[in-house]
């Protein structure tokens, strides 16, 4: 039987320095309607839920909407399966895209689109945050078997999880996943490819879709950007 990934996934991604940025950052802006693109299942969403205060996430995979509708609080958020064209016009002053959302948009198409449908679903002046890994950082050479390695105890038995780089080609940059069962033996792989844009790219991507930027960090906590900084945390408003 393979991995739940789904199920899976906040464990094996504990780190909650992203959300807790963007549920403050969201308080500082005093955001009444909020959009979360790439909702995943729903950490950041249920966060941000609050008297006075609708959520909407927006996810395309069914899998991780049916884990986040399972979650205490999930009734607070409108779950919605889809892409950014699902959202609707003028529908929040606060839109947030978090766990490395932005570098599923491999190509600069599909990034310029789902831009475009941020600034359509954001009221004028509203505000949108993300966060990019910084390309001059390096990170996919971190990611090996040594280093990445996690062993989740599932149902299906003691399951090893490790992230291997299989080609670079900046910007982009391939990876895969494997799981390997303790039990059964039974090792399976996926690959997938990210866009690693440096900032440049980013902060002229935005401009050409009606961003302007007005803040940008190099870590969760608000450290400047540096040429290595780890992250590239963006937070721009629409004109």
């Known amino acids: 039987m393979a991995l739940d990934f789904a199920a899976a996934y906040d464990d094996l991604n504990p780190d909650d320095h992203d959300y807790r940025f963007y549920a403050s950052l969201a308080d500082d802006l005093q955001a009444t309607r909020v959009l979360d693109l790439g909702c995943g299942t729903g950490m950041l969403a249920r966060l941000l839920a609050s008297p006075g205060r609708t959520v909407v996430g927006i996810d395309p995979d069914p899998e991780m909407l049916r884990v986040a509708k399972e979650k205490s609080g999930a009734e607070q958020v409108e779950w919605r399966q889809g892409f950014s064209d699902c959202a609707d016009t003028d529908s929040a002053d606060f839109a947030v895209m978090s766990g490395h959302v932005a570098q ?3 190509e600069d198409e599909a990034w310029s689109r789902a831009l475009g449908d941020l600034n359509r679903a954001l009221v004028p002046h509203g505000t949108l945050a ?9 990170a996919w050479e971190r990611w090996t ?5 996690r062993t989740l105890n599932a149902d299906e038995g003691p399951i090893e999880f ?3 780089t299989a080609w670079v080609s900046l910007p982009l940059v391939a990876y895969d996943t494997f799981t390997r069962n303790l039990r059964t033996g039974v090792e399976e792989s996926s690959r997938d490819v990210l866009a690693f844009r440096d900032a440049s790219s980013l ?10 930027v007005l803040r940008q960090y ?6 400047p950007l540096t040429a290595v900084a780890p992250e590239i945390i963006l937070i721009a408003q629409r004109r």
């Open 162 to 164: 490790w992230h291997e």
């Open 130 to 138: 993300f966060e990019s890994r910084n390309p001059a950082a390096s």
């Open 145 to 149: 078997r040594q280093a990445t390695l």
């Open 104 to 106: 599923v948009f491999r």
């Open 218 to 223: 190099g870590g969760w906590q608000r450290e």
């Open 203 to 212: 902060v002229r991507s935005l401009d050409k879709a009606g961003f302007s």
